[in-house]
């Protein structure tokens, strides 16, 4: 496909291309996600809200959780 080509077909498409030699499936990376954000949260939660105090400990876990949801939300467009 040349840049003739895909300036008539519109958009190109980075994904016909690419060759993965392992990719990795859909259960894998939702696995990924939740053991790294259970994990973390799991052993370093109680020291940051004990450093950081109820208000930012509170603000902290929600920004993260809107920010975690919105990473399985393009994840789970994506497929």
Known sequence: ??????????EYNPYEHRKVEKPTSNIRSTA????ASLGSGLLAGPL???NAG??????GTLL????????????????
């Open 54 to 59: 109820w208000g930012v400990g509170l603000f």
């Open 48 to 50: 940051a809200f004990s």
């Open 32 to 35: 990924n996600l939740i053991k």
């Open 64 to 79: 993260v959780g809107v920010i975690c949801g919105h990473c399985i939300h393009i994840l789970v467009s994506i497929f």
């Open 1 to 10: 496909m040349n840049a003739e080509n895909a300036e008539v077909k519109g």
